[in-house]
């Protein structure tokens, strides 16, 4: 889906000698231990020499600028039912959300404030994943902007609004200042490992992702994308559940002459052994309000 088989993908021609696949180039092999899939391409984000992959900076690129048009683009996406309602009392928030740049605050905003916005949508590529429902939400919360994200980042705080979390570790960070440019731009760009442990589930379940996060182009706010990634020093135990997000998004927009506020518009596309996906898009709902509530919570 981030379409990295065309030409400038490679970072040196593939029929060079020095041409390594995953390194280089995408390469149709998995990583040991997953099934083949013809439709796949896998790349290396690390060089086993404790730095990134020559490629690892292009695919994180590609990811960064899927997960923006992902979340802007209204196509894709139909609000629930109560969305819908709330919508029509202000619709100008259905576009606003939708629109780059600043939010504009405008009259019937504040009916909204405490509001969480839910849509549900999918992916159409037909890869792995798309047969999985994606979950869209919007709220304000009550923190600029700057101080929404150094919470969404800082792995050591993520227990300050999710309760269900037993700890997230970074693994390797590639880069960890966003006023320095670097191979990944001025980022944050790391590998993490997080473990829940929701109520009534035996079993812990198991994350392992990667985190790339931006300020936006335009300087009207900050994004945060996530991707499951394969580290073969953390396959889940017999008593763990491995779970991948497929695609994370969090857009965290600024508000025209509100610096203490900003809107928050997070995507989740998920896929757990544990969620059949009959209920998946029910349980994505309920999880994407009560993400939004609890950030909400400490801010």
Known sequence: DLEMMDADTSII????????????????????????????????????????????????ERLADFGLVTSLNESMWAPDSKTEKLLRKCP???????????????????????????????????FYGSDLPAIRAAGIVNTSANALLDLLVDSSRVKEYNKMSLGRTDLQVFQDDMTQQGPFGKSITKVMKSENKP???????????????????????????????????????????TSEILMGVNLIRKIEGEDDRCLM???????SPMVPVMIAKRIGVSAAIGFINDIRAVC
């Open 13 to 60: 021609s593939q029929n060079s000698s020095d041409s390594e696949p995953h390194y280089h180039h995408p390469a149709c092999d998995p990583p040991p231990g997953v099934d083949h899939d013809p439709k796949e391409q896998w790349i290396a984000l690390n060089d086993m020499e404790g730095s990134h992959a020559p490629i690892a900076p292009v695919a994180i």
């Open 92 to 126: 100008q928030w259905m576009h606003s959300t939708f629109k780059p740049g600043r939010l504009q605050h405008a009259d019937g905003y504040k009916d909204l404030d405490n509001e969480v916005l839910v849509w549900s949508g999918g992916f159409k590529h037909g």
């Open 199 to 241: 109520p009534m589930v035996r079993k812990t379940l198991k994350f392992v992702s990667i985190l790339h996060a931006k300020e936006l182009i335009d300087g009207s706010g900050y994004l945060i994308v996530t991707r499951a990634v394969h580290h073969p020093d953390e396959q889940a135990a017999n008593n763990a559940i």
């Open 265 to 271: 518009i997070n995507i989740n596309h998920i896929r």
